[in-house]
């Protein structure tokens, strides 16, 4: 990207946010976008991939058939969007940055959400193993294939950084560039640092609702957790006769305002002591500088103990859970046994790939095929593959 003035459609920024005139580009060079910014365009790039049509059918913590008033994982990133948009406005950041990066951060994710990825990664042991947020960033560099000049949509280093929130060594040393802050203990910009903390906000909060709405959880168990009874004793106080389910949007949504201010508040004041010059001041920080409050934090951490302990190991959960690890592990065993059960430009894919780098060259092949795949095409997958009453 030249060095240009920031664009007539770009909002005012801070010094220290991300911008089209600081950014280090992409991979491929391409002219700046006539009508957008630089991240608008990453954006939407974004919004066009066929990845982020199936996170409509993906599951957030509740299968997708489960029913229709549960988040997905498109709904969750819009929700991650929508907050970290607000916050980023306030704090003078690059609300089109962060607004891409919450939009791509959940690109990779397998079907049938943590079950799935665990599944995977265990598939994937031999073969540099399966990490959904690499798998983002390997979606919007290679998997889509929708331009004619590249493979992958070509995003900006910015939102490529803000996707890959954490990563191992191994992996870090192999992505050059990319992966360098993992191992110098450098840190991200703070568009990226936000949308990392707009993604927990919305999954704690979603989650309270969800799991009360599918009777998981309860309000009794909920009171013992700070955060909640907070904000519950207000609302019940302010409006006793308000009936249960409006009780809790009141209360959710309070719970999220409550975070939201803190982490405003919060990062302004770190932001003025800390007075980084331009982007790079805040890579080279020696901590995020956008974070919770202590307290805020010791509730968070509360909140998310009561969410793992009560709703991710209900036996439900669980029994969706390993229903979902089975499906995803005899889909990977069956394709990477027999490729030729793959769709034929798999199968294309499986064969170059394993002639560059043999067997796991193949097993990436297959883990990008199973990865790919929603909760229902995965389900369907499987009986195709699996049920003999199916013979087609
Ligand atoms: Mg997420």
Do not use: W
């Amino acid at each position: 990207m030249s060095r240009q003035a920031e664009s007539p459609f770009a909002p005012r920024l801070a010094p220290y946010a991300a911008s089209a005139a600081n950014s280090r580009g992409r991979r491929h060079p391409e002219p700046p976008p006539a009508y957008r910014t630089e991240y608008q365009r990453d954006r939407d790039r974004i919004v066009h991939s066929a990845a982020f049509r199936r996170l409509e059918y993906k599951t957030q913590v509740f299968v997708n058939h489960e029913g229709d008033m549960y988040r997905t994982r498109l709904t969750h990133s819009l929700e991650v969007a929508q907050i970290g948009r607000s916050i980023a406005r306030v704090l003078g950041l690059n609300e089109d940055l962060t607004e891409s990066i919450a939009l791509a951060h959940d690109l990779g994710h397998t079907p049938f959400g943590h079950a799935g990825q665990d599944a995977l990664n265990r598939c994937m042991r031999d073969y540099g193993g399966f990490e959904h947020n690499l798998q983002s960033l390997r979606v919007v560099d290679e998997l889509e294939e929708r331009y004619a000049e590249f493979s992958g949509l070509n995003l900006t280093y910015e939102t490529r950084e803000g996707i890959l929130k954490h990563c191992s060594p191994r992996t870090a040393a192999e992505l050059g560039e990319l992966g360098a802050r993992f191992l110098q203990g450098r840190q991200p910009s703070l568009e990226a640092q936000l949308a990392n903390l707009a993604d927990e906000i919305a999954y704690n909060n979603h989650d309270v609702d969800d799991g009360l709405r599918a009777g998981l959880v309860h309000i009794d168990q909920l009171r013992e957790i700070e955060l909640f009874r907070e904000q519950y004793e207000a609302v019940c106080q302010a409006y006793p006769r308000l009936n249960h389910r409006r009780v809790i949007h009141e209360v959710v949504r309070r719970m999220i305002n409550r975070q939201v201010t803190d982490l405003v508040e919060t990062s302004r004041r770190r932001l003025e002591e800390a007075a980084p010059r331009d982007i790079e001041a805040v890579r080279a920080a020696p901590a995020p500088l956008i974070g919770f409050s202590e307290e805020m934090d010791a509730m968070n951490r509360e909140l998310k103990r009561f969410l793992r302990r009560a709703l991710y190991r209900h036996y439900r959960v669980q029994r969706m859970s390993a229903k979902a690890e089975r499906i995803v592990s005899a889909l990977f065993e069956a394709f990477l046994d027999e490729p030729l059960l793959l769709p034929p430009e798999y199968q294309d894919k499986a064969r170059a790939q394993e002639a560059r780098s043999g067997i796991a060259g193949r097993a990436r092949v297959v883990a990008d095929y199973v990865a790919g795949m929603t909760d229902r095409f995965a389900i369907g997958e499987y009986e195709r593959l699996f049920d003999p009453s199916q013979v087609t």
